[in-house]
């Protein structure tokens, strides 16, 4: 044989070798080069099972696959994750209202980018004793809540006036952990997610008012709202493809844990969920035709975070400037390029 036939001979084995190596490999290692492929995952402590899809992308690899190398901080309030999202590149924030907040208010450079379902998180229950059977029996009573003009204090003021309680009939009592104030005696009622279903049964608790229900009452509808993904502007704009993959990572974990009962079982049982077997099967029910990744305009997504954060500052609701509020083309880029549509 020629050498220049040995040449090609050795070329044409190291290339074959080459894409059965890389065929091989994991997904990750195939994925295109990102311009940005470190990323933070930024959330508040606060467990929400809305927002489970991120533990189910790390948990599959679904980040490695798209190229990107995860880091996730946990931060004691809302406001922390968007102070950190709107000045560092490459950061995706949990939240809703304090981004609106920060962009009416102080014109952050930072958009959501994605809501994460439509089932609110506001069901409100009552410790054992206190005779407390509905909303109109809490006249007089404590109520454990948020500062003035927050999503929650708002929802509270809703209900209480629905029930012919004024908000100045109750006793509030400002904090985060409505499990804890209500085992612990130091309010009478206050609001939990159905991550603590479980144990709030366990402790005898009475559930008074599931908001999504009273809503369904009242004739209104909801859009993706109360918890989505933000990004800061600058990774918007020179980091593109790594949006992308983050939402793409969300979007196949999000259908995953629709599909998936087995896996997502594993999700909801381990940290930081950590939901018993019963409890975890029960939020699965829940949120599967709950959890999406969407941010359409036309479907309402994100109103009622608008419509509460308006009330909150008092700002008439004709004029926020949703425009610069949103960034709604990758998600809706990622979406069709999958060929998804979460309906």
Same mark, same amino acid.
């Given at each position: 044989m020629k050498a220049t036939d040995k040449t090609q001979r050795r070329q044409l084995i190291r290339a074959g070798l080459g894409a059965a190596v890389l065929l091989a490999a994991p997904a990750y290692v195939r994925a295109q080069a990102l311009s940005r492929p470190n990323i933070i995952v930024a959330r508040p402590l606060t467990v929400l099972n809305h927002a489970a899809a991120v533990d189910a992308a790390l948990r599959m690899d679904a980040f490695k696959a798209e190229g990107l190398n995860v880091t996730v901080s946990n931060f004691r309030s809302?406001? %922390?994750v968007t102070q950190l999202t709107m000045s560092e590149r490459? *950061? !995706?924030g949990l939240g809703a209202n304090t981004l609106i907040r920060a962009v009416m208010g102080q014109n952050a450079p930072v958009r959501q980018i994605a809501m994460v379902s439509t089932l609110l998180p506001y069901n409100f229950w009552s410790r054992p004793g206190s005779g407390i059977? @509905? /909303?109109?029996?809490? +006249?007089g009573k404590r109520i454990q809540t948020v500062r003035p003009g927050e999503t929650l204090d708002l929802v509270w003021n809703e209900l209480l006036t629905d029930a012919g309680v004024a908000l100045t009939d109750v006793v509030r009592v400002e904090g985060f952990d409505g499990f804890g104030a209500l085992a612990s005696n130091t309010v009478d009622a206050a609001n939990m997610n159905d991550s603590l279903f479980g144990?709030?049964?366990q402790q005898g608790f009475k559930r008074l008012i599931d908001y999504n229900d009273w809503r369904k009452s009242k004739g209104m509808k909801n859009g993706a709202a109360n918890l989505g993904w933000s990004t800061g502007t600058a990774t918007l704009e020179n980091h593109p493809d790594t949006v992308r993959a !983050? &939402?793409?990572a #969300? *979007? @196949?974990?999000? &259908?995953? #844990?629709?599909?998936?009962?087995? /896996?997502t079982m594993e999700v909801m049982t381990a940290a930081p969920y950590r939901m018993d077997a019963k409890t975890a099967e029960e939020s699965w029910e829940l949120h599967r035709g709950h959890w999406m990744m969407r941010m359409d305009a036309s479907r309402g997504d994100f109103e /009622?975070?608008? %419509? @509460?954060?308006? +009330?909150? #500052? $008092? *700002?008439?609701? $004709?004029q926020v400037p949703? %425009?610069?509020l949103v960034a709604a083309d990758p998600i809706r880029t990622v979406l069709n390029e999958l060929g998804v549509n979460f309906g």
């Open positions: 809302w406001s %922390e490459g *950061v !995706f059977d @509905k /909303f109109s029996d809490l +006249k144990r709030a049964r !983050f &939402l793409r #969300m *979007v @196949k974990a999000t &259908l995953r #844990m629709r599909q998936d009962k087995a /896996f /009622f975070d608008i %419509e @509460k954060a308006a +009330k909150g #500052m $008092n *700002v008439p609701l $004709n949703r %425009e610069r």
